[in-house]
Structures are given as structure tokens and as C-alpha cells.
């Protein structure tokens, strides 16, 4: 189980930090990831982590975002700073097993940026 946390409504220029209790994952076995979707457009990678460490950012995150986890709770976080208008979207946790690809999502939570 997936639960996110952390989204609210900030401006341009300022922080957030999310979580995700990831319930259940063997980090050790699982691409843990922050995904994040505007309505009309498909939902695209932010970061990705493997066991506790970031393994792959979106160039237009690259520098004010980061990725970590904290494997004895079993936590990923995503730092967010110097934040854009542009990074207003629903941020989704997701983990998909790194063999067999198959994981889940969480619900998400909103992330608002104002100019």
C-alpha cells in the first residue's frame, strides 16, 4: 500500500516535501518513484529510486528535486524546491518490482504552485 502525503499549495519560488509510506516494499526489490500528471496529459517519471538510492531524474527537476528513502520505515521522500508553476500537477508514489514490473500506485496528492 501506497500512501502519499506532503502536497499543498505554495509559491513560485518556494519548498515542498512529500511522502510516501510505502507499506509492505521490499525496497531492496522495488523501483520506488515519483510520478506526477496534469489533467489532459499522461503522467510522466519526476524521480526514481533503488534501494534507498536515486537512480533517475526528469531533466526539468534536475538540481531542485530529490529523491530519497528511508529504508528502516520504509519511506521515499521527494524534496522539492524552487518550485514552478509548471510543477503544478498530481504527484503519485509508485513502486514496480524491478524484475517482474509489477507494483502499484497511490492516490496522489496535489501540488499547487502560484505565480
Known amino acids: 500500500q501506497l500512501v502519499e502525503s506532503g502536497g499543498g499549495l505554495v509559491q513560485s519560488g518556494g519548498s515542498l516535501r512529500l511522502s510516501c509510506a510505502a507499506s509492505g516494499v521490499a525496497f531492496n526489490a522495488y523501483i520506488m518513484g515519483w510520478y506526477r500528471q496534469v489533467p489532459g496529459n499522461q503522467r510522466e517519471v519526476v524521480a526514481l529510486s533503488f534501494n534507498g538510492r536515486p537512480t533517475k531524474y526528469a531533466d526539468s527537476v534536475k538540481g531542485r528535486f530529490t529523491i530519497s528513502a528511508d529504508t528502516t520505515k520504509n519511506m521515499v521522500y521527494l524534496e522539492m524546491h524552487d518550485l514552478k508553476p509548471d510543477d503544478t500537477a498530481v504527484y503519485y508514489c509508485?513502486?514496480?518490482?524491478?524484475?517482474?514490473?509489477?507494483?502499484?500506485w497511490g492516490r496522489g496528492t496535489q501540488v499547487t504552485v502560484s505565480v
Open positions: 509508485n513502486a514496480k518490482h524491478f524484475l517482474t514490473e509489477v507494483g502499484g
